[in-house]
């Protein structure tokens, strides 16, 4: 079955900087990647997705690519600010499967001001 | 409109003790999903339904565990004879029916904090 690993498990950056995290799956017909964001004690909400037959999709300081080839999509934070600061999940859906998602164990970003 | 709620919001049990958590998606969303999370852990997922059938429960992790959804609205998970190791926030998740690509944003709930002592 689809396998997700995700890097870092801890991210700390500098208050403005970028941050970048990075998730490889192991089946290459999966075709859906959502990233999650959950604040301290609060629920995961989407905050961007892409689709297999797109490369790159941006919404403002987000934004996210994906490498069918190499089998990874990596989520992006540009000028990063401290509302920033959460842990942030993906998650593949596998083909053959028309709701579930496969998590990664999720990055703890951290914006250092 | 409303967003998925669940109740209790915190739950402190026994070991031992039965508990019940509740559901309540958003209306209209036929796409239902109970995960665990563990203090400073991932999303482990438990069970989906499509409507009031279960077409998969294999993250259930034993027959302690057990789910039900009635008028393809409310669930409720039920734990039998809780352990400390089930001792978790309980995230409730749901969805729009599927589009093209078969899939749609999940909306989570608050999660209910259950702690078993």
């Known amino acids: 079955g689809e396998n997700v690993e995700q890097h870092p498990s801890t991210l700390s950056v500098q208050e403005g900087d970028s941050a970048v995290i990075k998730c490889t799956y192991s089946?290459?017909?999966?075709?859906?990647f959502p990233w999650y964001k959950q604040e301290l004690g609060k629920r995961p909400q989407l905050i961007i997705d892409?689709?297999?037959n797109v490369g790159e999709k941006k919404d403002q300081r987000i934004a996210v690519t994906l490498n069918k080839t190499a089998k990874h999509f990596s989520l992006h934070i540009t000028e990063t600010q401290p509302e920033d600061s959460a842990v942030y999940f993906c998650?593949?859906?596998?083909?053959?499967?028309?709701?579930?998602?496969?998590w990664g164990a999720g990055t703890k970003l951290i914006i250092k001001p | 409109g409303a967003g998925v709620s669940q109740s209790p919001s915190n739950k402190v049990t026994e070991k031992g003790k039965d508990v019940e958590l509740r559901c309540d998606p958003i209306?209209?969303?036929?796409?239902l999903y109970w995960y665990r999370q563990s203090l400073g852990q991932g999303l482990e997922f438990l069970i989906y339904?499509?409507?009031?059938?279960?077409?998969?429960k294999s993250g259930l992790p034993s027959d302690r565990f057990s789910a039900e959804r009635t008028g393809g609205s409310v669930s409720t998970l039920t734990i039998q004879r809780t352990q400390q190791e089930d001792s978790a926030v309980y995230l409730c998740?749901?969805?729009?029916?599927?589009?093209?690509?078969?899939?749609?944003?999940?909306?989570f709930g608050p999660g209910t904090r259950l702690t078993v002592t």
């Open positions: 339904f499509q409507g009031n059938s279960a077409p998969d």
């Open positions: 998650a593949v859906k596998p083909t053959g499967s028309n709701y579930q998602l496969i």
């Open positions: 209306s209209g969303h036929t796409a």
């Open positions: 892409i689709r297999s």
């Open positions: 998740a749901s969805s729009a029916p599927g589009g093209g690509s078969g899939v749609r944003e999940q909306y």
């Open positions: 089946d290459s017909a999966s075709n859906y």
